[in-house]
């Protein structure tokens, strides 16, 4: 933030043009010297600031949440906090050692289940052949597959014999990086899974869904995925997000002026998850590159579907009827149809899939595919 205002300083005493580009480099003289104390103070600040949290939360007991829990319950608020913030700059937190950065978890009721034999067994008394992974979205976390009343989990579990486990995760890294993660925690499972498996589901909502396709692609040749029966897609936005190369390209038009450059920075600060909703990266490959043009062109590898897994993409739109300007531009306020239903113009990169296998909410929104009935019937269905 100093060297934002410093840059904005910089332009205005300069006397600027409006349009063209900032001039590099730092204040000088007094001006400075002003500025490169407040760096050194902020640096000294945040150096004590994280030693004395460092201390303090060695020392401090868990604080029950605001429903009442037991202490050392998660609190939701603060999950939810703490997953917004790795949403945005996760990937630095993560780069950084930063202890906010949330480790990827397999978890029951907020509880972390470590994947070997005792851990599986202490939290999951009565396991079944059937697992379910529940994976969430961007800036989102575990427990917040719970929406007004409502859990999918918890009704597969009761209704169709599943054992659900929902991931944890930090949002903010690349989907290829979390997916990866995700093969190796499942082959973990797999292995020290107290029955026999029968089969496995992966469920993923919005961001979720590509972390669960990333999976399958790196995991490809790994033990897990001979088990992997199903895969749901809720609000997935397999071809990006709208919002995301918005963003790019305001930020890229900030930089046409000196006096605005200086809040671009500030937009290119999004994490590596967030970036990667712009076309809908799932693979290493797919990563955007430096160059200016590159960042505005979709230059994905293409990543198939599993094999041999059935699939079933759920969409929503915000529209009474799913045809109209407003249906095609904003779907279900972040995610279009196609880009949901993984339809796209270019044969190699669609994503084809039975009409059987797609389904569409109308008059909802992005998360009220966690809640909706209509939602629930159709994942029923699917994982019947």
């Known amino acids: 933030m100093t060297e934002v205002v410093e840059q904005m300083h910089r332009s ?12 590099p480099g730092r204040t000088r003289g ?9 760096r050194g103070v902020t640096r000294l600040s945040a150096a004590l600031a994280d030693a004395a949290l460092a201390a303090a939360g060695a020392l401090a007991p868990h604080a029950p949440d605001a429903s009442g829990a037991a202490a050392g319950s998660p609190s939701q608020r603060r999950e939810a906090a703490l997953a917004l913030l790795n949403g945005v700059w996760g990937d630095h937190l993560a780069a950084t050692g930063n202890p906010l950065a949330i480790p990827m978890t397999l978890r029951v009721r907020g509880r972390p289940v470590v994947p070997d034999d005792a851990g599986l067994r202490a939290a999951l008394p009565a396991p079944t052949g059937r697992i379910a992974v529940l994976i969430h979205g961007l800036c989102m976390n575990d427990l917040q597959w719970a929406r007004h009343g409502h859990h999918h989990g918890e009704m597969l579990a009761r209704e169709a014999g599943w054992t659900v486990l929902a991931l944890h995760y930090n949002s903010g890294r690349h989907v290829s990086d979390n997916g ?25 909502h919005s961001m979720g869904g590509l972390v669960a396709r990333a999976a399958c ?22 071809h990006g997000a709208r919002l995301e190369r918005g963003g ?8 046409w002026s000196p006096y605005l450059a200086p809040f671009a920075r500030l937009g290119k600060a999004r994490s590596a998850g967030i970036t990667d909703l712009r076309w809908g990266n799932v693979q290493d490959a797919d990563r955007p590159r430096r160059s200016r043009h590159d960042q505005t062109r979709d230059r994905r590898v293409p990543t198939p579907l599993p094999a041999g897994v059935e699939v079933g993409f759920l969409a929503a739109t915000t529209s009474r009827r799913p045809r109209g300007i407003r249906h095609a531009l904003l779907g279900d306020g972040l995610v279009t149809l196609a880009s949901a239903w993984g339809e796209h113009r270019d044969p190699a990169l669609a994503l084809p899939l ?31």
């Open 12 to 23: 205005i005493a300069d006397l600027a043009p409006p349009l063209g580009p900032a001039r």
């Open 30 to 38: 007094i001006t400075g010297l002003v500025y490169g104390g407040v």
């Open 180 to 204: 990866r993660e995700l093969s190796a925690l499942l082959d973990a499972v797999v292995a020290h899974w107290p029955v026999p498996v029968a089969e496995l589901a992966l469920v993923g």
């Open 217 to 238: 692609h790196c995991g490809a040749e790994a033990a897990w995925r001979r088990h992997l029966t199903r895969l749901v897609c809720l609000g997935t936005p397999h």
């Open 248 to 255: 790019l390209r305001l930020t890229q038009a900030l930089e």
């Open 354 to 384: 039975p009409a059987s296998r797609k389904a569409l909410i109308t008059e909802s929104g992005h998360f009220d595919l966690l809640s909706h009935p209509q939602a629930a019937a159709t994942l029923r269905r699917w994982l019947d």
